[in-house]
């Protein structure tokens, strides 16, 4: 009985990391094939039929009069709705926005005063009139039309070789990797500290860092800020700095970093700490040298967490380091090439995959401890 209850307990563990990979996965697997995808057919239908065609129904102008040809007491305009270089399969159309599929495709609708438009399947097009026609627009057409599916880097050109775009890609690292270290460094020396060593106040202390976990970013951001710019003008530093970020990002990550660190301490064997007092270490040795090479998983598990975190960041960066030019992060710089209006959303999901590119990496650098170091701290006592 307890060798198949262990067997049945493998398969559950295998069962939820299959759920978990696929469900971290697919979305992932969307964001890359959505990113190659122009964006007509993103709208028309979803990232799963990108292999097969899409039907897509469009609206479009045709040709001002200037080109029509007399041909047998008729003037007639023709050519191609999809226009150079673009092909499809038109499977209606229309002349009016409320059916815009009134007519199939090779049919001929009647206009006005005579005259008609054939649109047929390959997209080819006769517009005839019995009078000379006029105007200085083109007759205004809607199609639905089906579409080969069809894959582009324009959207990877567009982002990549922005202007600024290399910038803005190191001004990120440059927040990132020190507002990932400082707290790590901090919250070891306070996780120690609060596990191991005993003085006046070490409850109410916990207690407090339990409960900033719960405090909101949005509400301490002025305050914070407020405080950095107080300080800042009586020491005479520069209000938007690299400083001033890292220790924004190192305040609102420590909470969560000693928390952390201090289960997963907390439950380190307590005959390793009292030999080596016996043998004459002093706390900060027993930390450098036993406490620290035990807790790497611990550490590399708030490291992910705190990169992804940091590297994401738009608002705090917006607050503490500014919005200009030299100082614009990676998620600035890519909700800029939107525009004010969002005019270029295709490269939505070309932006977040590359902005994911890099935590990817991390993530798979140190995703051999990071379940080690969330579940060690819960399965020991402290």
């Given at each position: 009985m307890a060798a198949r209850g262990s067997v049945a307990g493998r398969w559950g563990v295998h069962l939820a990391v299959l759920f978990f990979v696929v469900l971290w996965t697919v979305p992932t697997l969307g964001i890359l094939v959505t990113s190659f995808r122009e964006a007509g057919q993103i709208v028309a239908s979803g990232w799963w039929t990108a292999l097969s065609s899409s039907a897509r129904t469009e609206a479009g102008r045709l040709p001002t009069p200037e080109t029509?040809?007399?041909r047998d007491g008729r003037f007639l305009l023709e050519g191609n709705i999809f226009g150079e270089g673009q092909s499809g399969t038109v499977l209606a159309f229309g002349t009016r926005a409320q059916n815009p599929t009134e007519f199939a495709a090779g049919a001929t609708a009647d206009i006005r005063d005579g005259a008609t438009l054939q649109v047929n399947e390959d997209g080819g097009f006769t517009l005839s009139s019995p009078t000379r026609l006029e105007g200085s627009r083109g007759q205004r057409v809607y199609y639905q039309?089906?579409?080969?599916?069809?894959?582009?880097?324009k959207n990877y050109e567009t982002v990549l070789f922005s202007e600024g775009i290399g910038r803005s890609f190191i001004n990120s690292l440059t927040v990132t990797i020190p507002a990932t270290i400082i707290p790590i460094l901090i919250a070891a020396f306070a996780a120690y500290a609060l596990a191991w060593m005993r003085f006046p106040g070490r409850a109410l202390l916990i207690a407090t860092v339990i409960g900033l976990l719960v405090v909101p970013l949005q509400m301490s951001l002025i305050p914070?800020?407020?405080?950095?710019?107080g300080v800042g003008a009586f020491f005479g530093v520069p209000a938007k700095t690299y400083l001033g970020i890292w220790l924004a990002h190192t305040g609102f990550g420590l909470p969560f970093a000693i928390y952390l660190l201090r289960a997963y301490i907390a439950g380190l064997p307590r005959?390793?700490?009292?030999?080596?007092?016996?043998?004459?270490?002093?706390d900060f040795e027993i930390f450098v040298k036993i406490v620290l090479p035990l807790s790497f998983p611990v550490l590399a598990s708030f490291a992910i967490f705190q990169f992804l975190w940091v590297w994401n960041d738009l608002l705090v960066a917006m607050v503490f380091l500014g919005t200009g030019t030299e100082q614009l992060v990676l998620t600035g710089k890519l909700n800029a090439l939107l525009g004010s209006k969002g005019g270029d959303w295709e490269i939505l999901t070309t932006s977040a995959f590359i902005t994911i590119l890099v935590p990817i990496a991390v993530f798979f650098a140190l995703q051999r401890y990071f379940v080690r170091g969330l579940l060690a701290g819960s399965v020991k006592g402290g």
């Open positions: 029509q040809v007399e039309a089906s579409t080969p599916p069809e894959f582009t880097v914070l800020l407020k405080l950095y710019n005959e390793i700490m009292e030999s080596a007092r016996i043998d004459g270490a002093s």
